[in-house]
């Protein structure tokens, strides 16, 4: 026990003399910076999760019987995803409060009157701003992907389906190749198959519809029960199906079959065990994906993919952004508006913030403005506007 105190006091003396490397300034500002911004993250974080889960847990509960253990661990794997949105809001807020409050004492003006700039003031929240846009990186890459894919397979599973990491519902995927003349040696490039799947369970495409485009003329329609990936043969099978074969003289064929082997690629299996949602991928899931969405022609989904891949930077320097905004609105509030003044304004800005980032998304999917400009167009414009209200701060 002796032990245990002695290395206590040694810690704490070890973290006492790290402090004291940072300057006295710099410490009372960050002493001033920490309780607004835990309280923020907790406020912002409860609020998120009250109305993105626990309304939903709350009435699958009640509805269809998911137990109560379930939805508390199910609550507790979505956690993550909702403190790491609440960091960019928190840090505007948390600024807000701290510089507003010593502007209402007028300690900003007792700091300036003695030599200290506005620059020099806002500097420790800054660094703070920059600490927590890392911390949200690592949080939104590392943490929240597997947390989040967790809790669906758990509800999932405690909903009575069958559930593995191995899945996805309606596969569709277009392959690209050499389009062939059988009549010449002439070939182009093109769409040679697109491909549908009900279902991937298992490993075992169900439901399978491929239309074949490979030779110049001709139509191929294969409709099969099942597929799956020959890794002996290294060519998909399917089983208990039919090839429909359109000529172009307008005759057609058609052919039934128990098996039959199919050449195409395992890209199908890669795409069908992609997650639906880029949230639940972290960056190199993510890049891996545009991979896949590119060499399978699927030109929207590899946009998207882009975009939110653009994104997952942008969310991280978000903290850095309203951070910036925060400490110059906050040493320029008048005196006496209080907390009040500094909710609201919070709430007006981040609707303001996110009604920029959807609006721009959305283009960017759609393509009609480059993906990473719809990312960032939003961090930019709102840069702007923060150093525009540094510099009338600091007048």
Known sequence: MFNNIFLLSRVQNLLERKCKIIPLLDRWILFELLPPLLFSIAAFTVVSLSVGVIFDLIRKIVEIGLPFSVAVQILLLKLPSFIVISFPMAMLLSTLLAYGSLNDNSEIKALKSIGISIYRLILPGLILSIFMSYLTFIFNNNIVPSTNKNAEIMLANSLGKSFTNEQGEDIIFSKKGEILDPYSSYKKRGVTHLFYAWKFIDGQMLDVTVI?????GFTQMLKAKKGIWNSDKNNWEFFEGDILTLSPDGSNTRTKFL????????????IAQLPKDANDMNLGEANTA????????NIKEARRMKVRIQEKFTLPIACSVFALIGCSFGVMQK????????????????????????SFSS??????????????SPVFLSMLGGSFLLKQASK
């Not at 545009?290 to 022609?297: A, D, F, H, K, Q």
């Not at 005196?335 to 996110?354: A, D, E, P, T």
């Not at 283009?363 to 960032?376: D, H, R, S």
């Open 335 to 358: 005196k006496g508006g209080g907390r009040s003044q500094s909710f609201g304004l919070s709430i007006i800005l981040i609707l303001i913030y996110y009604i920029l980032s959807f």
């Open 363 to 376: 283009l960017g999917v759609k393509g009609i403005i480059n993906p990473f400009f719809a990312a960032w």
């Open 259 to 270: 098996s039959f082997l199919y050449p195409l690629g395992t890209e199908l299996t890669n």
């Open 290 to 297: 545009l991979e896949l969405y590119r060499s399978s022609g």
């Open 212 to 216: 074949d485009f490979s030779k110049l």
